[in-house]
């Protein structure tokens, strides 16, 4: 019995492998990701900077994805792969240097992507349309804080460390660290045209906190070279 669970698992794994050699594909990808931190507490709870969402002014993503076939008779896929993200976000409330105060938030995360697909493919042509729906794992590895206060003071803070926020208390909507790890999910679609070239589009949430009643959400929008 133990002889025949070897050769029934042997026998998948190379059936897997056969399909994703010949119905899967590659492909690399730049992205760019309009990202809004947005309140997800009650109305009775918010502090006056926090009536109004954070976006990001950059926020772009590069990445190499692979995806694989489940079925050889249903043009059906799993996609999976990882992506560098870089987001940035920088406001100043006055155009005085001397009495500018100005915040930056810089962060640089880790993603991987699983999605489950789908591919139509339009008669007499040589696009394909493929929507998609998943979720995507998010590891923030770098971040920080940084705050000017004209042109005599500049802060830097950890946005990972209790210790630095701590001192964010005067600025209520971020004083907790903010979360290592994220996952939410998206929905969308791609284009492929020439079975070389990709566009895409989709949206998501997080699922997950970024620090304490806040999240985020981000649209997508890419361009890829699929081999």
């Known amino acids: ?21 010949n119905q899967g594909w590659g492909t690399v990808y730049v992205e760019w990701n309009p990202t809004t931190i947005y309140y997800t507490g009650g109305v009775q709870d918010k502090y006056e900077d926090e009536l109004f969402d ?14 694989f076939a489940l079925s050889k008779s ?13 987001m940035n976000r ?44 998943g979720i995507t794992l998010r590891v923030n590895l770098w971040g920080n ?6 042109i005599y003071s500049s802060k830097s803070y950890n946005i990972f460390s209790d210790k630095d926020m701590s001192h964010m208390s005067d ?27 990709v566009v895409g589009a989709a949206f998501g949430i997080d699922l997950l906190e970024i620090t304490m009643k806040n999240k985020m959400r981000s649209g997508n929008f890419m361009i890829g070279y699929k081999f």
């Open 1 to 21: 019995m133990k002889h025949f669970y070897l050769t029934a698992i042997t026998v998948l794994v190379v059936n897997l492998m056969s399909i994703a050699q």
């Open 90 to 133: 920088s406001e100043s409330d006055d155009e005085v240097r001397e009495k500018r105060w100005t915040e930056t938030i810089n962060m640089l995360s880790l993603k991987v992507p699983a999605n489950i697909m789908y591919r139509f493919h339009i008669p007499n042509s040589t696009v394909d349309i493929i929507p998609y729906t």
């Open 145 to 150: 804080y940084n705050i000017e206060k004209g």
């Open 74 to 86: 249903i043009p059906i896929y799993f996609e999976t792969g990882a992506a560098a993200q870089f």
């Open 171 to 197: 600025w209520m909507r971020f004083h907790t660290a903010w979360k290592r790890f994220q996952m939410g999910w998206q929905i969308g679609a791609r284009a492929h045209f020439n079975n070389r070239f």
């Open 54 to 67: 954070i976006n990001f002014n950059a926020s772009l993503s590069m990445g190499y994805s692979r995806t």
